[in-house]
């Protein structure tokens, strides 16, 4: 496996880096100071920082709470502040506050994902377990064609909300919307509805797939994707439909509870299957 990084220039291996290049990506000493001072100054009432590192370069802090409490109060009050907004973006998990760069976040990567398989955003069915606004998936979600498996911005008309509408929630909700979606791959092979839904997300067809991990392709307490979850990835993979997994989990991670156990179902891993690492900060090659 290996690992391209986030530049202007695109995803570059990390000795094509230059020093504005890192600096763009990762925290420096003074960055984590400076954030953990705003964490502090709205609550002291958060557990013990970890740093998300790639190749031993500090790309995001998490601020562990509660499980199950939703933090995007909390994310949005640090969006409010202009001396943290212009360098730092915020985002709230299941689990905690996750704190990056102000261009790490989930909708800049599902942009360099549609450029790369050159689909349109609104023809890619995107996925999400925090898309209510300060969510980790807010900006993964915004557009149409958005399906959200738990939390969602309310003010969002684009999501539609398995968890909201019909008590179907995380992977389960996951699994769910894709038996009712069309898909048709580059060279027109077409996957059709196991039935029609009268919302208006489900009457697009659909070229590509957007995902998150953690609530979405896995739901609590499970340690990779469910037998089922990996024969319909493996499914749309086959029929030559582009996925993208965009999540804040690192190489290892994503080896450990996704990578090793999809060899299992496929010959080898596919080339329009794509993998971005800390929310978008770098692009794993897994082929």
Not at 44 to 63: A, T, V
Not at 70 to 93: G, I, K, Q, V
Not at 155 to 183: D, P, Q
Request: proline share 3%.
């Amino acid at each position: 496996m290996s690992i391209s990084f986030l530049t202007e220039r695109g995803y570059l291996p990390s000795d094509q880096l230059n020093d504005r290049d890192w600096s763009d990506i990762t925290l420096s000493r003074e960055d984590v100071r400076a954030i953990t001072s705003h964490i502090f100054s709205i609550s002291k009432d958060i557990n013990p920082i970890q740093f998300l590192s790639l190749e031993d370069r500090r790309i995001m802090l998490y601020f562990y709470c509660d499980q199950d409490i939703d933090y995007s109060w909390f994310s949005r009050r640090l969006e409010e502040r202009e001396e943290f907004a212009d360098r730092y973006r915020a985002n709230c998990t299941n689990y905690g506050i996750l704190v990056a760069k102000r261009n790490i976040h989930k909708g800049n990567a599902l942009k360099q994902f549609a450029s790369m398989v050159d689909v349109p955003i609104n023809r890619i069915a995107k996925f999400g377990d925090q898309g209510q606004k300060g969510g980790n998936d807010h900006e993964l979600l915004a557009y149409p064609g958005s399906f959200s498996v738990y939390r969602a911005d309310e003010a969002n008309s684009n999501t539609f909300n398995s968890h909201e509408l019909f008590n179907i929630s995380n992977a389960a909700g996951t699994l769910w919307v894709l038996e009712r979606l069309n898909f048709v791959s580059p060279d027109n092979s077409r996957i059709k509805a196991s039935m029609d839904m009268p919302f208006i997300q489900f009457k697009a067809t659909y070229q590509a797939a957007a995902f998150d991990m953690d609530g979405t392709l896995l739901s609590a307490g499970q340690s990779r994707p469910s037998d089922d979850m990996y024969r319909m990835l493996a499914s749309l993979l086959e029929n030559g439909i582009p996925i993208v997994i965009i999540t804040a989990r690192n190489a290892e991670e994503m080896d450990r509870m996704f990578l090793r156990g999809f060899r299992r179902y496929i010959d080898e891993i596919p080339k329009n299957l794509f993998l971005f690492l800390c929310n978008g900060a770098a692009l794993l090659n897994s082929h």
